[in-house]
């Protein structure tokens, strides 16, 4: 099975801009991986801020977006709130099914 | 507004089959290019994928579980349901029912596998 890896933290200045990235054992992800990106605060369930790539939900705020970069797939957060800080998972495609990252803890601060 | 509820024991004793339903509103199972799908996470760990089951039936799943492992639709009661047999102690989580492509969530429910 796919091995998915996502950086283990990442700190970014309130109004800052950062990137979390998430690759494949495999080789590089494409947009037939159909990446999504979910955020999870202490808690709470996930919730989808992206899908098949870029697509965002409909209630993901504007400063997050989606992309591939590197042969990785992206989820870059322009202008960090407070209220962001929380952990990423990033899930691709892979063989038939899907397989998650092991998650980003990103903090504001 | 599509709304996912999992339900179903929060007990399991190990060696027994966990059985759970997610039951589907504001949105016809049957309907539409749509997966229904089962994560779980154990208490402070990553989410881990289980399987996940298209309109028509065909069903896929993670490799690790796949020998245990049975997700199911019934669309007269609108439900999706997951069982996971020969539990241990390391299948105590809690399980999210989630519906693709959009990714949309259920609150999840706690399973403890316990004698």
């Known amino acids: 099975q796919a091995v998915v890896t996502q950086e283990p933290s990442l700190t970014v200045s309130p109004g800052g801009t950062v990137t979390l990235t998430c690759g494949s054992s495999?080789?590089?992800?494409?947009?037939?991986?159909?990446p999504y990106w979910f955020q999870q605060k202490p808690g709470q369930a996930p919730r989808t801020l992206i899908y098949d790539t870029s697509n965002k939900h409909s209630w993901t705020p504007a400063r997050f977006s989606g992309s591939l970069l590197g042969g990785k797939a992206a989820l870059t957060l322009s202008g960090a709130q407070p209220e962001d800080e929380a952990e990423y998972y990033c899930?691709?495609?892979?063989?038939?099914?899907?397989?998650f990252g092991g998650g980003t803890r990103l903090t504001v601060l | 507004q599509v709304q996912l509820q999992e339900s179903g024991p929060g007990l399991v004793k190990p060696s027994q089959t966990l059985s759970l339903t997610c039951t589907v509103s504001g949105a016809s199972i049957n309907i539409g290019n749509y997966y229904w799908g089962w994560i779980r996470q154990p208490a402070g760990k990553g989410l881990e994928w289980i399987g996940r089951?298209?309109?028509?039936?065909?069903?896929g799943y993670n490799p690790t579980l796949k020998s245990r492992v049975t997700i199911s639709i019934d669309t007269s009661k609108n439900q999706v349901s997951l069982e996971l047999r020969s539990v241990i102690a390391t299948d105590t989580a809690m399980y999210y029912c989630v519906r693709e492509p959009r990714g949309d969530w259920g609150q999840g429910t706690l399973v403890t596998v316990s004698s």
């Open positions: 495999t080789g590089a992800v494409t947009s037939g991986h159909y």
């Open positions: 089951i298209y309109t028509n039936g065909d069903a």
């Open positions: 899930l691709v495609y892979h063989s038939g099914g899907r397989v």
